[in-house]
């Protein structure tokens, strides 16, 4: 069975400083790998996706990430963060093939001091 | 708007009454899920449809649960006999068939159970 795990709950940046969320998956081959940002009262919106190819994805709103297959990573960068990317970050991994059905890590909540 | 949306955004029902929340998804989009999420955790799925079948359903989703999408487009979920662990955010997404990956979000039905 698939899983994520991310082990910060909490992450406190300045505005303006760089930012790495952590991400880790369990599944037995490639998987589908996916951020998603959910702001206070909003749905999910989906920041940027791996399938295959380069291991460095881009997304939307400045954010990148880096599939580290030997490390079984998934890790969210954003160079330089702004105050209203303050929001709850999900990791998520969808099986290839078959249903796809996205599970989803617990999610790590982003605070932005100004 | 054309995106993925969900009705009531917020229900409070006392224990032991009958809800039902409808999902209208983005009209080209075949492939629908429902998913649970409960306060600090991810998502979690409970069931997926592809058309009007109902392909998958989660352990999570008892015999008080019930989800339905006839026709193909809409989509309800109904919970019966309600119970106070019932209290979530009830997410519904939908995606295209080709577009793996990118399923898009409704703001989600918020339960309160009293």
């Known amino acids: 069975a698939q899983s994520v795990t991310q082990p910060d709950i909490h992450i406190t940046v300045s505005e303006g400083a760089s930012l790495e969320l952590r991400c880790n998956y369990s599944?037995?081959?490639?998987?589908?790998l996916f951020w998603y940002v959910q702001s206070p009262g909003q749905g999910l919106q989906l920041l940027l996706k791996?399938?295959?190819?380069?291991?460095l994805v881009q997304g939307i709103k400045g954010f990148e990430a880096e599939f580290k297959r030997s490390q079984s990573s998934f890790n969210l960068r954003k160079p330089s963060v702004h105050w209203s990317d303050a929001a709850e970050y999900f990791c998520?991994?969808?099986?290839?093939?078959?249903?796809?059905?996205?599970?989803f890590g617990r999610g790590t909540s982003l605070i932005v001091h100004p | 708007d054309t995106g993925v949306s969900q009705d009531p955004r917020h229900k409070i029902t006392k224990r032991g009454q009958n809800v039902t929340f409808r999902c209208d998804p983005i009209?080209?989009?075949?492939?629908l899920y429902w998913y649970r999420q409960t306060l600090g955790q991810g998502p979690e799925f409970l069931t997926y449809?592809?058309?009007?079948?109902?392909?998958?359903k989660s352990r999570l989703l008892s015999d008080r649960f019930s989800a339905e999408r006839p026709k193909g487009s809409f989509s309800t979920l109904e919970i019966q006999r309600t119970e106070q662990g019932d209290s979530a955010m009830y997410l519904c997404?939908?995606?295209?068939?080709?577009?793996?990956?990118?399923?898009?979000f409704g703001q989600g039905t918020r339960l309160t159970v009293v």
């Open positions: 009209s080209e989009h075949n492939r």
């Open positions: 791996y399938f295959s190819g380069d291991t």
């Open positions: 997404a939908s995606r295209a068939a080709a577009r793996l990956g990118e399923a898009f």
């Open positions: 449809f592809q058309n009007e079948a109902q392909l998958e």
């Open positions: 998520a991994v969808g099986a290839q093939g078959g249903s796809y059905i996205p599970t």
């Open positions: 599944y037995g081959a490639t998987p589908y």
